[in-house]
């Protein structure tokens, strides 16, 4: 599976940016699904994850209420939607794949896989 995640952009702080993750494969849907993020010089960080129907999601700490995933897969695509952005919030975003979905809730970004090329976020204040 191939992911490639884009929308990103620069952005004001309190502004709010959706990003879209496409999948080289038709069986999106079979998938759980999360996104991360990895600021300059610091560690990736998960950020959401959604589980294969959709109904299902878990966030970190420092974006709940702020961000909301979603899917669509009907047309193969996953969501991050990011509303009130912070400064903090400025990284190189990645979609990726849960490896083992038994480990659904792992906020471990050794525990997803099939990394595409990020899309770069940029909160200025």
């Known amino acids: 599976v191939q992911l490639q995640a884009s929308g990103g952009g620069l952005v004001q702080a309190g502004g709010s940016l959706r990003l879209s993750c496409a999948a080289s494969v038709r069986t999106l849907s079979s998938l759980v699904v999360g996104w991360f993020r990895q600021a300059r010089g610091k560690e990736r960080e998960f950020v959401a994850a959604?589980?294969?129907?959709?109904?299902?999601?878990y966030y970190s700490d420092s974006v709940k209420g702020r961000f909301t995933i979603s899917r669509d897969n009907a047309n193969n695509n996953l969501y991050l939607q990011m509303n009130s952005l912070k400064p903090e919030d400025t990284a190189v975003y990645y979609c990726a794949v849960l490896a083992d979905s038994r480990n659904w809730g792992s906020t471990e970004w050794t525990a997803f896989g099939s990394w595409g090329q990020g899309t770069l976020v940029t909160v200025s204040s």
């Open positions: 959604i589980n294969r129907s959709g109904n299902l999601r």
